[in-house]
């Protein structure tokens, strides 16, 4: 069964850049969809990108921060960029894969996800 | 980006109830649906997807229903493992957008 770790600097100082690495185990990640979904402190979820098998990205507009998603298939990793990260954009990261169903794979959740990680952004 | 609401944000409610949580969609979004649950300090865990489609593993207590812009999830014979926050989440087009949630208490 696939598991998800995430992993990464806790604290990060506004202006600079948050880096997360999402290590899989339990399977290849080279043919499957990738997602990094984030929750600020007692709210609620919000989708931050997609990274699909063909090495192309989706991003969600609303996310403010430069984002950047990329996979290393080498080690069965992925990994999540923001670039001019502010203290909006502290929350517990979770990376998750993105699972594609129907006829014309019309249908699509998050499932499994990893246990997530909490960056704060601070100086 | 599609906007999704869900009722009550809160519920209070007691072993062995049923109970029926709400998430509406700003527009038609088919049925797109699907349904997480999420307790403390841990990740969602996904329970329907295309509204009415059980996820493997999960209890038949569990049920959805709904397409267009409404959709309930409902619980059948609550158990102690069942209290935590219940999010709906579109995934008719990107953004993907999730409710606010809905945190289900016991009485």
């Known amino acids: 069964q696939v598991q998800l770790q995430e992993s990464g600097p806790g604290l990060v100082k506004p202006s600079e850049t948050l880096s997360l690495t999402c290590t899989v185990s339990?399977?290849?990640?080279?043919?499957?969809?990738w997602s990094w979904i984030r929750q600020p402190p007692g709210k609620g979820l919000e989708w931050v990108g997609n990274l699909y098998s063909n090495g192309g990205t989706r991003y969600n507009p609303s996310v403010r921060s430069g984002v950047t998603i990329s996979g290393d298939t080498s080690k069965n990793q992925f990994s999540l960029k923001l670039r001019s990260v502010t203290a909006a954009d502290t929350a517990v990261y979770y990376c998750?894969?993105?699972?594609?169903?129907?006829?014309?794979?019309?249908?699509?959740?998050?499932?499994?996800w990893g246990q997530g990680t909490l960056v704060t952004v601070s100086s | 980006d599609i906007q999704m609401t869900q009722s009550p944000s809160s519920l209070s409610a007691s072993v062995g109830d049923r109970v029926t949580i709400t998430c509406r969609a700003s527009?038609?979004?088919?049925?797109?649906l699907n349904w997480y649950q999420q307790k403390p300090g841990k990740p969602p865990k996904l329970l329907i997807y295309?509204?009415?489609r059980l996820q493997s593993g999960v209890p038949s207590k569990f049920s959805g229903s709904g397409s267009g812009t409404d959709f309930t999830l409902t619980i059948n014979s609550l158990q102690p493992e069942d209290f935590a926050t219940y999010y709906c989440q579109q995934s008719y087009n990107t953004p993907y957008t999730f409710g606010p949630g809905t945190t289900l208490e016991i009485k």
């Open positions: 527009q038609k979004i088919s049925d797109f």
């Open positions: 998750a894969i993105f699972r594609e169903w129907g006829d014309y794979r019309e249908y699509n959740w998050f499932d499994p």
């Open positions: 295309g509204s009415s």
């Open positions: 339990g399977g290849p990640i080279g043919s499957a969809y």
